[in-house]
């Protein structure tokens, strides 16, 4: 038995075909944007963890000479 090989969209109309080429464009723009998010946001965790490491060392390490501490506290509210 014999099975089509031929696309849908080899047959469409040229406004089906417009459409669905709009649609293409607009998921490959969606993907590129979560994918800039993503890479943006690993970007300044990784740039915030390298200041904490600078001023605070290593987590949980010991040192009489570092400059800050990781996990502070502090009073008052949260602005």
Same mark, same amino acid.
């Given at each position: ?9 080899? %047959? ?24 800039? %998010?993503?890479?943006? %946001? ?12 600078? %001023? ?24």
């Amino acid at each position: 038995m014999k099975t089509s090989t031929t696309s849908p969209l080899a %047959l469409a109309s040229k406004a089906e075909l417009t459409a669905a080429v709009e649609e293409a464009r607009d998921a490959v723009g969606a993907s590129f944007e979560r994918f800039c %998010l993503v890479a943006g %946001l690993a970007s300044l965790t990784q740039m915030l963890e390298e200041d904490a490491t600078a %001023l605070a060392g290593a987590p949980h390490a010991r040192s009489a000479d570092k400059q800050g501490y990781r996990w502070g506290r502090t009073r008052g509210p949260v602005g």
